[in-house]
């Protein structure tokens, strides 16, 4: 059964719902993640809107502990891959094995790999070879593996939250620009503030250590998620999102002389997809039930920055691809006014 926002009433209960769902959800995973309140409104936010998060920061910053955070939060079922460059893709989806039956004789039977969980925490994802990075695409984007002659439908929910250090370049492998669209966000984990470190030293060379609780099932991720989705998008937003979208790739009528001058790919149609998604979260989060041009606005650089393909010449700048989202919101905004 859908549920929609069809009524006031069924809207603002609904929408009070989906913010203690989320606020929930938040103040559990600031019991051990300290500040970096924007970045975990992102995470919370791809979660209730069915999307897969990629972090990306220097070693120590708490990456790995966010993602595993949120899935204590959960109770879902939880997997951990440690990418290395040795790992291969039935490592991570399963492979079939040669089992001895009791009576005698064998038999193949599929070993599920790690990917077919809930919640899948993918670490240090650019370590393993493009070959392996790719063994996430169809779980990715299709919700199934394939082994051989079999396919496996993931459950529901289904999460991938991957990490990735952006500093060290040896024994590293670049994601291929298919596996990126495939992540609704890319955030950028920066350093706590001053006042963060002395609340991180606290919380973590004490003897009490935080812990987490669960506090939300995948039956109700999977609720937030349908209401989410229910959110009006009127005709003007979408076309904001779409002249946005188009505005990042080179030789569009929307594209500002920034994106033709140093990019060479832009944005797919998975980009308006994922700024009409979370502008819909944002919605909710502000207890509105129609998504505003600012709902857009504000979750573009997370949603945009990962689908940008630079040209050589935007390359040997040193260009920030976020330097672009921001020249083509500028455009957009231009022509919207």
């Known amino acids: 059964m859908n549920e929609s926002i069809e009524s006031p009433d069924t809207a603002e209960s609904q929408a009070q719902r989906f913010r203690e769902v989320f606020e929930r959800l938040k103040v559990e995973l600031h019991k051990v993640f300290v500040g970096h309140d924007e970045l975990v409104e992102h995470v919370l936010a791809v979660l209730l809107s ?44 399963g492979t079939m094995v040669l089992h001895e039956r009791e009576g005698g004789g064998h038999e193949l039977r599929f070993e599920p790999g790690p990917v077919i969980s809930n919640f899948v925490l993918a670490d240090e994802i650019n370590r393993a070879t493009p070959k392996t990075q790719s063994a996430l695409l169809e779980a990715m984007q299709e919700r199934q593996v394939s082994v051989s002659r079999r396919t496996l439908k993931l459950p529901e929910p289904f999460i991938v939250v991957a990490t990735q250090n952006p500093i060290e370049q040896e024994g ?91 990019v060479e790919l832009g944005s797919s149609p998975r980009g308006a997809q994922g700024l009409i998604l979370l502008g819909k979260v944002r919605a909710l989060l502000g207890g509105r039930f129609a998504v505003s041009c600012q709902d857009i606005r504000d979750v573009a650089l997370p949603v945009l920055r990962h689908r940008i393909l630079l040209s050589f010449e935007g390359q040997s700048d040193r260009v920030d691809p976020d330097d672009v989202v921001k020249a083509a919101l500028s455009a957009v905004s231009d022509l919207s006014n």
């Open 172 to 262: 590293t492998y670049a994601l291929p620009e298919a596996q990126l669209d495939r992540f609704l966000v890319k955030l950028l984990v920066g350093y706590p503030q001053e006042r963060e470190y002395h609340d991180i030293l606290t919380r973590t060379t004490e003897v009490e250590m935080p812990t987490i609780e669960p506090v939300s099932t995948g039956e109700e991720i999977v609720a937030m998620r349908r209401i989410a989705r229910s959110v009006a998008l009127s005709d003007q937003v979408r076309s904001f999102a779409v002249r946005l979208m188009m505005a990042t790739q080179p030789g569009s009528p929307y594209a500002p002389a920034a994106v033709n001058n140093v």
């Open 50 to 93: 069915d999307g897969h998060v990629l972090l990306e920061g220097v070693p120590g910053l708490g990456k790995t502990l966010l993602a595993r955070s949120l899935a204590s939060a959960l109770r879902l079922d939880f997997a951990r891959i440690q990418f290395t460059p040795d790992l291969m893709p039935a490592d991570i989806v």
